[in-house]
């Protein structure tokens, strides 16, 4: 980690705009604290990806909060290409103002030179390749696929550099952790996937009941409440066929059919983070 600040830090030097690549489901808990001094300096864009997965309320409403503190903000999905036009348009866009003054004193327009920058599994190389339109960068669903800086040229005006994923040392609040364990950048081997899938579902519950109803076929949930969790992990691990021998339901199998729904929209459009 502390290898690839220094070497951030050292790019920066040659760099013209900083775009940092969120989860539109966690814009705050995917966003890494040790680079706000960092790139404080430059030119900044934020691209909400995965904006797919995530409630499209809850998506414009960042848009806003960012725009409040004079970054802009751009949704897009990186799987499907959608919103890829607007940041390019957008980094062009940021620039205008530094490309003018040097006509103005009679320098030859230059290349604009960008920094993709984005903790693990948020989908830069995917970005990357949208916006390039070809695989130039390693791409994979499992965090850490990108190992090592890329330059790539993403058009006659634009270049990039891609940057390993990095995630800080120490996160802030208990929040943060779950929201990076339940979307997957935290890998799930190295924490309990019961205890994931049981946070995941209470919050699911309290805030997306009707989404939970829906893809699970629920029925009789007028007396259920959030102390009542363990005993909805039963019925859907029930519901769903996750059972061992004697009809037990298996923990481990519905923890991981709730947080592959999860990640994989099954259950709808979420946002786990919301603007206060």
Known sequence: MEKTRKQIIADLKLIDVVVEVLDARI?????????EGIISNKKRIILLNKSDLSDEKENQRWVEYFKKQNIKAVIIDSNTGKGIDNSIKAIKEIMQDVIQKELAKGKTRRVIRILVLGI???GKSSYINRAT?????????KPGV???KQWIKLDKDIEMLDTPGVLWPKFESEEVGLNLAYTGTIKDDILEKTEIAYNLLKFLFINYKENLIQRYKLDNTENITENDIAELMETIGQKRGA???GGKVDLEKVS????D???????GKISLEKVK
């Open 27 to 35: 814009p705050i808990s995917s966003h890494n604290p040790d680079l």
């Open 120 to 122: 693990p599994n948020v």
């Open 133 to 141: 339109k070809k695989v130039s960068a390693k791409v994979g669903n």
């Open 146 to 148: 990108t190992v090592q």
């Open 243 to 245: 059972l061992v021998s």
């Open 256 to 259: 991981a059919i709730i947080l």
């Open 261 to 267: 729904d999860f990640r994989t929209g099954k259950i």
